[in-house]
């Protein structure tokens, strides 16, 4: 975690110069980054096995952010498709889906990416069950076997 934060450092920092201020910022970074760790592992509990399962799990996270935003950008045609056509029986359903999501990080995760999803809204959460909003009954279908749940459950492994 502290190399992590070390090179997030000199990444914000913005310059890679050779000069005594560059020195200046590389031990400031050093000090900031092992005292961040430190406080991570006494005061919160971060071990190195979460540290290694975290870091595991980045390029996951990765992509799903990735397929979040293409999933946003496909329903936000879809309700463009929806107002453009003028069409004027749009049937808003409310649906309550059982998701066997393990933890409760990614039932959030979840819950969120699906609100932001244009066209449907989570109204609540409550266990396993999810109460969904959507602006049409064709955006409702298939929210047990989303791509968002797959990758999900693979992130649980």
Not at 116 to 141: K, Q, Y
Request: net charge positive; glycine share 6%; proline share 2%.
């Amino acid at each position: 975690m502290a190399v992590f934060l070390f090179l997030f450092w000199i990444l914000l920092n913005g310059r890679l110069t050779l000069d005594a201020g560059m020195l200046q910022i590389v031990v400031t970074g050093l000090v900031v980054s092992f005292s961040v760790t430190l406080f991570a592992r006494k005061a919160l509990g971060f071990t190195k096995t979460a540290e290694k399962r975290l870091f595991g799990r980045i390029f996951a996270l990765i992509g799903y952010v990735l397929v979040l935003i293409w999933e946003i950008l496909k329903a936000n045609f879809a309700m463009i498709r929806v107002i453009l056509t003028g069409k004027k029986r749009i049937s808003p359903v409310i649906v309550r889906v059982k998701i066997p999501l393990k933890t409760n990080f990614c039932r959030v995760i979840l819950a969120n990416s699906i609100t932001l999803t244009p066209g449907t809204i989570t109204a609540e959460l409550e266990g396993d069950w999810f109460t969904v909003h959507c602006i049409d009954r064709a955006f409702a279908e298939g929210l047990e076997e989303s791509v968002f749940v797959k990758l999900l459950e693979r992130m649980e492994r």
